[in-house]
């Protein structure tokens, strides 16, 4: 482990990073940052209220520059939010210096859990196919994270645990 690497948690909405980060970063004894709150908490908003009053755009910029700067403290636990590895900027920082996790899961299991929710905005009025076509897509992407977890099957403390035992040997 080098000493300026922070575990990076991407993937899917759904696919459970500030849950598993949050346990993975109690089992590390290390602090926990997940950016979607640490974005909510700066603006005073939620992200729902974000992409419908100041919009999509507006939200993508003020997460690259909030990622980029929880990713300059360490060694932490990072839980990014399901779009933030598509920036360029975040992808080429978090490759470069980071220990990063994908968290896979079959897209039905995601579609499941993302269909009715109510606070992401992205999956708010969207259709099956449009969420399963998003999530093929992102998957190109995600799968450059330097390990990939495949989740389905896995108890939450069994995912912990391969991540736990990834990082005390690298
Ligand atoms: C987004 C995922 C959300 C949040 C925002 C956009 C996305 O985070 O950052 O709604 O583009 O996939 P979660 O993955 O934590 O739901």
Redesign the pocket.
């Known amino acids: 482990m080098k000493l300026k690497e922070n575990l990076v948690f991407l993937g899917?909405?759904g696919s459970g990073?500030?849950s598993i980060g949050s346990l993975t970063a109690k089992r590390l004894e290390l602090n926990f940052i997940d950016i979607?709150s640490e974005i909510e908490n700066e603006l005073g908003i939620s992200?729902k209220k974000i992409f419908d009053t100041k919009g999509e755009n507006y939200f993508r910029k003020f997460e690259e520059k909030i990622t980029l700067k929880k990713l300059k403290l360490n060694p932490v636990v990072i839980s990014l939010?399901?779009?933030a590895f598509m920036n360029k900027n975040i992808k080429k920082e978090v490759l470069k210096n980071h220990l990063s996790f994908w968290l896979n899961w079959n897209y039905k299991t995601l579609l499941s859990r993302i269909k009715y929710s109510k606070k992401?905005?992205?999956a708010i009025n969207a259709k099956n196919d449009e969420l399963v076509r998003l999530i093929k897509k992102r998957s190109n992407i995600y799968s450059k994270a330097l390990y990939e977890i495949k989740c389905d099957n896995l108890s939450k403390n069994e995912i912990v645990k391969k991540i736990v035992d990834i990082y005390e040997t690298h």
Request: glycine share 24%.
């Open positions: 899917m909405m990073k500030s979607d992200i939010g399901g779009g992401r905005p992205l």
